[in-house]
């Protein structure tokens, strides 16, 4: 079931990013080459699948959430750019295929995320993609903003990168977590639910213990993946996190205590889903599938 919603969703998200890397003139062509390169690559887009689901869960169709879904997708896009550069964590290898400052240039890299994170903003306010009234977009806008910025993502990563080789306990692993990973995720579904036009308080409430579990368990799977799994199915390093000597729930809780936690996270998620109807049957698979996935 799910094999065929992601399918479906890949196709919807990736028609509505191909028209983005248009290069307005000829001397922005490397720059729109590398933007399109870090976000039409692949990816299992999880965060637009949400927004989806959010959106279809709420009695709207999925295409009403269009903008929500590029928007998060090239956050994570530009997150993951910039995330790989020498300063940072320093990666050659993401999603299979050389990283952008490897495939093109660490300066072009720089600013083709720095792209990515101002063409999420136009996306989520082009009416094109989304029909929402004024009130609603001012919602979604500021958002996405928090989610993406120091109070999230960035502030997230910036903890990560002040944790290596430091041995921190579960709740400064989860705060540490629910902003590196989980604010986007959070957003994703946030944002798909406000598209809807539907919205209303008590969803957004249960809206948001859903998203908070998944966020979390989507992490305590990928640090589980990079134990387990291998170079090949990643798509990028595999033992990465290890041989940077970075905090992680195998290695605080141990592997079986860390795959229970996140089986734990996926029933916290489904339990917050039970006030709504088949409509949000999509959430319920997203759910499963982020602590049964393989890479």
Not at 211 to 227: K, R
Not at 251 to 273: F, H, I, S, T
Request: one cysteine or more; charged letters at 20%; proline letters at 4%.
């Amino acid at each position: 079931m799910i094999d065929a919603y992601q399918a479906s969703s890949q196709a919807r998200v990736n028609a509505a990013l191909e028209p983005l890397f248009v290069a307005p003139s000829p001397e922005m062509k490397r720059l729109y080459e590398a933007m399109r390169y870090s976000v039409m690559n692949g990816g299992k887009r999880v965060r637009p699948l949400l927004a989806y689901a959010a959106c279809e869960a709420l009695g709207a169709p999925a295409e009403q959430a269009n903008g929500a879904a590029c928007a998060v997708e090239l956050i994570h896009a530009y997150s993951l750019v910039h995330d790989d550069l020498p300063a940072m964590d320093d990666d050659d290898l993401r999603r299979g295929q050389p990283t952008t400052h490897k495939a093109f240039d660490e300066a072009c890299a720089i600013l083709a995320g720095d792209g990515l994170q101002s063409l999420a903003f136009s996306a989520l306010l082009d009416p094109s993609l989304s029909s929402v009234n004024a009130e609603i977009r001012l919602r979604m806008v500021t958002t996405l903003a928090v989610a993406a910025g120091p109070a999230g993502m960035v502030g997230g990563q910036a903890i990560d990168l002040g944790s290596v080789g430091q041995k921190l306990d579960q709740q400064a692993l989860e705060h540490m977590h629910r902003h590196k990973t989980g604010a986007l995720i959070e957003a994703a579904v946030h944002l798909g639910a406000l598209a809807s036009g539907r919205a209303e308080a008590a969803q957004l409430a249960a809206l948001q213990v859903y998203s908070g579990a998944i966020g979390l368990a989507f992490q305590v799977q990928d640090d589980i993946l990079d134990v387990e799994s291998d170079t090949a199915t990643l798509g990028k390093r595999q033992g990465a996190d290890i041989a940077r000597d970075k905090p992680t729930y195998p290695a605080l809780l141990g592997l079986d205590a860390a795959k229970a936690y996140a089986l734990e996270l996926r029933d916290q998620a489904l339990a917050a889903l039970r006030p709504f109807d088949a409509a949000a049957e999509p959430l319920r698979d997203l759910a499963r599938y982020i602590v049964e996935r393989r890479h």
